[in-house]
């Protein structure tokens, strides 16, 4: 079943991977709440989040977790405070499912924090134990206090490898690819990450900041993870993990791509596109050929919940080596 990660230590592997990951199918990681990030205007703003946060160079979001389609995979979650890790999209049964009144959630109740007064805390861990279903890309959060525990990035992306453990083919036969991304999106509402409970701080969503893996602004063009280059020819794997409350509209700096998967599921055919509309949720695995030549820019434009109005948009290259 692959080594144990202990306590939130990061596995980097160049060439494919973009990113680094814990795995495979054995992991550990802890809820952090004394995290934060350093937007490009210069604001610092509090965050909460998993293991050694998103690449383990940044404390937002959680590490992309990877297991293997048809293993048993373990995630145990050490805390002191309540909190879950809820296996979104995948197929877990009840006690596995992350979500605190049905199944396992951690840590000590602590006044009002974390909406769970009234259930039974089952200490400072617990594993959630299930059998990794279809290869493709999926979600986790944490569902206690949602509504501001997710603002706070305590989320992240799980990968689940094919049978055969290719790192270049998404699902056993199907489309193979030479590099790989994933963009976490998402929104930052500085207001919000000054509170401890969802309440009447959080009655309205006024997001400032528009980030891809926890970066926004000029920084999106320097980072490895989110910045795109590869030769041209080269097939490139982008998987789309929409952890923003805004509804986003994904675009490639007007090349045409192919969307192979929704939700951890193969589409019985490619969408051709050179545009995405993401909701809140959802997760995308799309396929970018490299061009002939050139530098192009990339955009993910965040609406407003109406999806009528752009609010706010983050930008990157795509270069051509």
Known sequence: MGRRNNGGGTTTTSGVRTFA?????IVTVRARMD????????????TWYFGSGFNGDRQWGGPVIEVTEGNIAEITLFSGMPHTIHLHGLDVDQANDGVPST???VGRPMGNFGRVDGYTSLGTSYTYTFKAPHAG????????D???????????????????????????GGPSFDKEYVWQLGTVDPSWHTQRVSGAGTV?????????NGVDGSNLFND?????????GQTVLIRLNQTSYQPAVVKMGGLSFDVVASDGRPLPQPLTKTSLYISPGERYDILLTMPASGTYYAT?????IKGRNVIGTAVTTITVL
């Open 21 to 25: 990951f814990e795995g495979p199918d």
């Open 224 to 232: 490895s993870t989110v910045a795109i280059s590869a030769p041209a």
């Open 300 to 304: 993910v434009d965040y609406y407003d």
């Open 103 to 105: 199944s396992g959630y």
């Open 204 to 212: 309205r969503y006024n997001p400032k900041y528009f980030l891809i």
């Open 137 to 144: 890309t999926y979600q986790y959060h944490c569902h206690v």
């Open 35 to 46: 995290g934060s990030i350093n937007l490009s205007d210069g604001t610092s703003v509090r």
């Open 146 to 172: 949602t509504v501001l525990h997710y603002e706070m990035s305590m989320f992240g992306t799980i990968i689940v490898r094919p049978a055969s453990g290719s790192l270049t083919t998404i699902w056993d």
